[in-house]
């Protein structure tokens, strides 16, 4: 518990800066003082800069105080993952290849961030463009999770769910290719959303695996979250997989939506893989909970989940490794100091073997390898007819209910090493996330408890183009539960 | 032996668009280094492609121009190769679903003169895809440059059978593409500004053969009379080759139009492994009916459908269909003129293809910028079918009009051309050049026609050239009985 303002949701804080009884400017200061003071431990940001938020936040005022609030986000401080262009400030994916970029750009989610009045504040460490699910890829230092600092706090959006966690942002963006935004937010104890795909805009989103990325919002709260998703949602003319649908108003479909009798699912493959794992008794009291407020719960099947972690494996490894290839060291990326000059494949290989990290070099290997002649049949064509599947299970299961609930995570935030060695057993992590990417539906993460003294999620994964739903669903729980109120120790 | 040559080309044309193909980026050509580029053009971390609709209806209207079937569905791929002058290091194109089928290209060879025209016939297309084109390397002593202005400008890819047998098919098949593009409004096809670029694969087979001989791709051909220049000698060295009983090498060479000769570039084929795959960041495109309507309705005349119709509607020698047809713009003066006087159409005709290309190119001025407009230049011919003056008068007002921006009938006035007698001055001429030149007269009377041509002389000249040569050729005829 914590009264200090740094640990308040944005929906109180909102509401103090409406009254004028607290400045943007103090607010902003509360949360770069709280960040100096515990960052050397958590170590959640690549970067920040705290003249700039200061400067942003005053500006927020002298709006504020002109009557010309921008709305609920308007002087709230942002944290920024740092895999979204954000124009003259660092872009480096936490990769060395990436190290001395400047972005000369906005991403879209960005500008609305800017329209919205937010404080852009810092750069958040992630695993390497976000490959990875316990930020221990990334090229440029190691998170601790908040909770406890020798453990990892998930990734790759481990950056944002820590600073979030610490008090070292109000909210942040994250974004989830393969479950990026809910397994960290699930290890964090913060709650964490995926859009639908096509909800949010990717452009200057630094793409790890087009068709399966997407840029979601982190917060304390399920309100928070809404918010911070009503400000990037909507169609983007530069994006064109962003999706041309009304954006419903998320704040007020919470309220709408209090009360209602929801149909939920649990799908058997996940629970039948669950059942011993240590996330299993907060999820089933969840779901205990839910019952007693009238919801009913069916068993649901989703028969092609067993492909889903292979598939996802091969779509995104295709497509980074095609998406990496511009990172060449010709124009703006790290350049090898020796290289053949007669050779420019030399500059490539150089160039790429000093800038990217392993887990890179093995995914755009795989990627490479899954769509060469004579196997892109067997590997990514295969692959594409098995996502249709999974997509078609989802289909198939959204016809009897509103929503299915599942654990975000085989268990809570493991010791930080424990599967380095083991690309595949890390790969698993995002077993229960990774569909959602894949069927393109949007995915929820709500705090539900605790194991082993750590942090559990639930998920929740709905309809495409639901989020309000989701939240909605998310909001019963929290709202009976103190766990948005509950901070770690540091 | 004897032996056939078998060509196929590769033809890229880029699509005149404003902007980009992926980008609302300014496109265009002569800018300084790097200054036409976008987060999307550079492929910077984040930037997504976004397809320009200018560019799919530049390349429908010319799948539309050069009968290819217009498919309802077509996808974007990506091309994966690392190259410096690629900023994403892969290029977006069409795989296996390109948005133009088949097609082919009506070509006119070259006829036994000018006045006459060659032998047409139909070289068939394989596909035509929409790419975006890439940067440009400069290569300096101890660096190289990239400028990246040229790319993601809308390339097409022209691809066709091998269905060529000469370097002067080929040479044709390309004039029909650019005529065609230049008509369209598609493209300026200029080679020098790498509009329009080919590349040719070349094999050489004994006649009667089925199957095609080791396949020479040639690259470097950098005007359209590279390309035949270049087919042509490759076609000997391979012919000789076979005839020295030595094999062909699949291999890439490359045209030293400077040298006159071809030479190897690479041995084998790099065994380049493209990976291709569908874009995930581009949307497929469905075309419905409504569109390829739009489109077809934007299609002008084509120019060999012009020619046949001048020959016909306005019975225009070939030679002269042969200099207008090649130009819209100068097709377009001609007719706007001829339609309303299709009786002059010929002399119409002689006037463009001769007086006012000789002027606009003496004077370097553009069609666009003429001041002689076309019923202007009717006045003229009008005027001398009239007879108000001699054609020989009517040469030097023609560059007056060119020059002014007058009419006939203004510039005749104004120079005092129009004749300023009767016909019986005309007569009392002729009797005085009679009476005058007994020399040529005695000649005449003796049996010389020719002779005739002095005592005509005599009379233009006291007429300063305005009488009627026919006339007054009549009556000096009437006089000398």
Redesign the interface.
Known sequence: MSDALYYKSARELGELLEKGELSSVELTRSVVERTKAVEDRVKAFNSFDEDDALSQAAESDARRGNGESLGPLDGIPVGIKDVLAVKDQPLTCSSKILADFISPYDATCIQNLKQSGAILWGRLNMDEFAMGSSTENSGTKVTGNPWNLECIPGGSSGGSAAAVSAGEAVVSLGSDTGGSIRQPASHCGIVGLKPTYGRVSRYGLAAFASSLDQVGPMGRTTWDVAALLQSISGHDVHDSTSYKIEVPDYLDSIEQLKGKKWTIGLPKEYFESASDTASIGPVNEAIAFYKSIGCEFQEVSLPHTEYAVATYYIVATAEASSNLARYDGIRYTHRAEKFDAKDSVDIYCQSRAEGFGNEVKRRVLLGTYVLSSGYYDAYYLKAQKARTLIRRDFEAVFQDVDALLTPTAPGPAFKRGAHTGDPLSMYLSDIYTLSANLAGIPGLSVPCGYADGLPVGLQLLGKPFKEEELLAIGNEFESAHSFKDEHPEL | MEYEAVIGLEVHVQIKTGSKIFSGCRSGFGFDPNTLVD?VV??????????NKAALDGIIKAGLALNCEIPDYCKWD?K?Y???DS????QITQYDQPICDGGYVEIELEGETRAVMGSHRKVKLTRIHLENDVGKLNHFAED?L?DYNRAFTPLMEIVSEPDMHSGAEAFAFLTAIRQTMIYCGISDCDMEKGQMRADANISVRPVGQKELGAKIELKNLNSITGVKNGIEYEIKRQTQELKKGRTIVQATWRWDADQGRTELMREKEDAH?Y???PD????PVRIDDEWRKRIRSEIPELPFDKQRRFIEEYELPYSITSVLVPDRGLSDYFEEAARKAPKSAQAIGNYVANDLLRELSESSTALADCKMSAANLLSLVQVVEKGVITKQIAKDVFIEMFNTGETAEEVVERKGLKPDFDDDQVKTWCQEAIDENPRPVEDYRSGNEKALNALLGQVMKKSRGKANPQVVQGLLKELLG
Do not use: E, I, T
């Not at chain 2, 995930?280 to 949307?283: G, Q």
């Open positions: 987060p550079l492929g910077l971390p984040g930037s997504l492609p976004v397809m990506r994966n690392f190259y410096p900023p994403n290091n892969y190289s990239v492994d990976r291709y795959f995930p960041d581009l949307m």
